[in-house]
């Protein structure tokens, strides 16, 4: 089995990946995290500095804060990466895409191979239905901590013409809707794992595009499906489309 570092091992989608790894061919090797490993079976390291095991590939469910040490880690090991967290900056994505001149990356905002149909669905029925007005609204768990979420902007920008404002979330007493808008919504509560849908609003009639993730473990098979998909790669900057493209003989 190819080994697996983990790089949020202690979180809720760091333990789903542990205890899914085998399934997809990976034996958890180690994890970087500094909350409670209680229960993990393998060491889990509180920065890279520590790391003394050797390993295949990493995966990533973390903080944008991880980022920087995440990725001179695993440049100077030549180790590919799969990153799942969102919420990075302008200058984090850079940073991705200059590491990924030396080691193949996978980034994605959603590891669900469901939301990239969405994407391509939506982006066709923006192409299809000229002069529809579009609200982009997802949901999530009440304790995540970016806004609107990153499969939200994935989204906007499926839709997004030259000359269209995105506007998030609405409030006052002028909030007309003006020409050339997409809102943005976000809802917190619960334990939702991720729901988003894109609505085209026309004269008397109304086109919805929804994707419900009923459980995170969606997510962290997406991320393993994608981190065997990686293995052997050239290094260069991966999404989505490059493994369902190739899936569909692209």
Request: proline content about 6%; some cysteine; aromatic content about 6%.
């Amino acid at each position: 089995m190819n080994r697996l570092l983990i790089v949020g091992a202690c979180g809720r989608m760091g333990r789903l990946l542990a205890g899914m790894a085998p399934k997809h061919g990976f034996e958890p090797a180690c994890g970087v995290d500094r909350g409670d490993a209680a229960g993990l079976a393998f060491p889990v390291y509180p920065d890279f500095s520590r790391v003394d095991v050797p390993c295949d590939l990493l995966i990533d469910f973390s903080a944008p804060e991880m980022l920087p040490g995440l990725l001179a880690y695993a440049v100077r090991q030549h180790l590919p990466c799969v990153l799942g967290t969102t919420g990075y900056t302008g200058s984090d994505l850079d940073a991705i895409r200059l590491a990924a001149g030396s080691i193949p990356v996978f980034h994605s905002p959603n590891m669900s191979r469901g939301i990239y149909v969405l994407r391509q669905l939506a982006a066709r029925a923006r192409a299809l239905l000229p002069g529809f007005e579009i609200e982009i609204i997802e949901k999530h768990h009440s304790q995540k901590q970016d806004s609107p979420s990153g499969t939200a902007l994935a989204l906007l920008d499926a839709v997004k013409t030259p000359g269209d404002r995105a506007v998030f979330g609405r409030e006052g007493k002028q909030t007309r809707r003006q020409d050339h808008e997409i809102g943005v919504h976000a809802l917190r509560g619960g334990t939702v794992a991720g729901d988003h849908e894109v609505g085209f609003y026309g004269d008397y009639e109304i086109i919805t595009l929804a994707h419900h993730a009923q459980d995170r473990g969606v997510f962290a098979a997406g991320a393993l499906h994608a981190a065997a998909w990686l293995l052997g790669k050239e290094p260069g900057l991966y999404g989505m489309e490059d493994v369902m493209g190739e899936g569909l003989g692209e």
